[in-house]
Each structure stands twice: as C-alpha cells, then as structure tokens.
C-alpha cells in the first residue's frame, strides 16, 4: 500500500502545473500575440521585397534600354565620322587641283612649256605640303642602300658610281602614313660594276 501512496502523490504533483492560472493565460496570450504580430511583420518585409524586387527590375530594364540606345548613338557616330573624316584632307586639296586646270588652260593657250613647268612644280609643291599636314612622308630612297621594307625592286643594272645594292633611281616615288607604310617605292637597284 505505500507504494499506491506514492503513486497517488506522483499523480498530484504532475497535476498541479497543468492547472491554468491567471498568469500562464496571459503569457501564453503574449506569445500568440508575439507569433501573430512577426507574422503581420515577415508578411509585411516580404510585401516590402517584392516591391523593391519590382522596382530593381524596372531600373534594370531602363537601364539595359538606355545602354542599347547609347551604343546605337555611338556607332552612328562614329558611322558619320568615319565618311566625313577625309573632309579636311579634300577641303586643302581643292586649291591645288584648281591650280592644275589652271595650268591645263595655259598649256593650252600657250607654247611656252617653261611656265607651265614652273606652275607644274608649284601644285606639286601644295600637295606634298597637304600630305605633310596629314602625316604623308616621301620615303626618300634615291643613293641609299635597298631596304626591302619600305622598297620594292624593280630591275637590276650595273653601275659605276652607285655601290652593289644600292638605289640608282626611283621609278614610282613610296610614301608613309603617321610611319606605317602607304606604299612602296619602285626602285632600281645596283648590281655593281660590271
């Protein structure tokens, strides 16, 4: 019998915090007060996240649009400067083929072919001139040895006053552009004495 005692007292005990107080109802309300208010707030924050979630898409959107727009301004640009960039280059070069079909007029008003040289000569001049302005070089290759790089042979011939590999005369006069090669003199080249 004693042991039903303890039994019974056992019993008693685990009862006891089941029962409901005043103050148990008021901390279980709190909390499910609490659960109910982070759920307003998480439901909220997530409400929050998406409209700044759609918003970051639309700045996206705009974004890669204006971007799309700038590269197309950029290549029409550079479209327009690419076909009017030899426009200076033609604007100084006007005058010098004014001044050619003047001196075709005189050629053919005149039998005097030393002024014609001269006015010739003077054109020449200008252009080359233009040319310089523009980064064009003459490369000088007359009495120099044959640099395959910047001339192309064009014959050979035997020479007394010009040493073997040397440049007798030009044929077709080579150029440079801002030091890249435009094109290649034609030149003939000695074979040394015979």
């Given at each position: 019998?004693?042991?039903?005692?303890?039994?019974?007292?056992?019993?008693?005990?685990?009862?006891?915090?089941?029962?409901?107080?005043p103050?148990?109802?008021?901390a279980?309300?709190?909390?499910?007060?609490?659960q109910?208010?982070?759920?307003?707030?998480i439901?909220?924050?997530?409400?929050?996240?998406q409209?700044?979630?759609a918003?970051?898409?639309?700045?996206?959107?705009?974004?890669?649009a204006?971007?799309?727009?700038?590269?197309?301004?950029v290549?029409?640009?550079?479209?327009?400067?690419?076909k009017?960039?030899?426009?200076?280059?033609i604007?100084?070069l006007?005058?010098?083929?004014?001044?050619?079909d003047?001196?075709?007029?005189?050629?053919?008003?005149?039998d005097?072919?030393?002024?014609?040289?001269?006015?010739?000569?003077?054109?020449?001049?200008?252009?080359?001139?233009?040319?310089?302005?523009?980064?064009?070089?003459?490369?000088?290759?007359?009495?120099?040895?044959?640099?395959?790089?910047?001339?192309?042979?064009v014959s050979h011939e035997?020479?007394?006053?010009?040493?073997?590999?040397?440049?007798?005369k030009v044929?077709?006069?080579?150029?440079?552009?801002?030091?890249?090669?435009?094109?290649?003199?034609?030149?003939?080249v000695?074979?040394?004495?015979?």
């Amino acid at each position: 019998m004693k042991k039903e005692k303890n039994t019974s007292t056992e019993n008693t005990e685990t009862q006891e915090p089941a029962q409901t107080t005043p103050e148990s109802c008021a901390a279980e309300d709190m909390a499910a007060e609490e659960q109910s208010m982070n759920m307003a707030d998480i439901v909220g924050e997530l409400d929050k996240a998406q409209a700044d979630a759609a918003k970051n898409r639309d700045l996206y959107l705009r974004a890669v649009a204006d971007l799309d727009t700038y590269r197309r301004k950029v290549q029409r640009e550079k479209q327009e400067l690419a076909k009017f960039a030899l426009q200076p280059l033609i604007e100084e070069l006007l005058p010098s083929i004014d001044h050619l079909d003047m001196a075709i007029d005189a050629a053919k008003n005149s039998d005097d072919s030393k002024n014609i040289l001269t006015g010739v000569e003077m054109v020449s001049a200008q252009i080359k001139k233009v040319f310089a302005n523009f980064g064009v070089e003459e490369i000088a290759a007359a009495g120099k040895p044959f640099d395959p790089n910047t001339s192309e042979c064009v014959s050979h011939e035997p020479s007394v006053d010009v040493p073997e590999n040397g440049v007798i005369k030009v044929v077709r006069k080579g150029y440079t552009f801002n030091g890249r090669l435009l094109r290649a003199a034609s030149v003939v080249v000695s074979s040394g004495r015979e």
